[in-house]
């Protein structure tokens, strides 16, 4: 069987009129031949439409391909604070000194020991935050952690190089013993 034309398919079937199907083809002839003749292409609305789609579709896979890295490199970052913390955390005391301190407006407490809290003070250590419970890392993974996650730092008492203790008209007085907090 020889393959025959979408026009001449529908005027076999009847949806189409011959009367119908000459007039479309003479519309098409007479396009054409004023395209060859005033050079003009005619405007393809469906293509433009198609292209539109297209270009929408591309800026949205843009941006959501972007927000995927953000979330992945986010991800990368929270994995990295917690290694850091793992590996650094420095053992607490529950016998020790109770350590208070704030953490978004509610103050928790940590047990740490004697030496420990002087180097919480001196910031020389600094408490972090791992999930629900907190650590005491050293100053060093402090900063590191910081420079990742500042919101994952909670105390972190950096020395200030400026004022010399010699500066400190305070610094021959010691503190009481029941005001420290």
Known sequence: MAKLSLQEQLL?????????AKSIKSDKRKQTQQQRKNKVEVVDEAKELVQKAQAEKIEKDRELNQLRRQQEEQKELAAQVKQLIELNRQPQDPD????NFTDNKKVKRLYVSEA???????????????GQQYEVVPAEAAKKIQSRDAASVIVFNEPD???????DPYAAYQVPDDLIW
């Open 161 to 167: 190089k400026a004022a010399n203790a010699a500066d």
């Open 96 to 99: 020790g000194l109770a350590y």
């Open 12 to 20: 076999k079937s009847g949806l189409v009129s011959a009367a119908k």
């Open 116 to 130: 420990m809290r002087e180097q919480i003070a001196e910031g020389r250590s600094a408490i972090v935050r791992l």
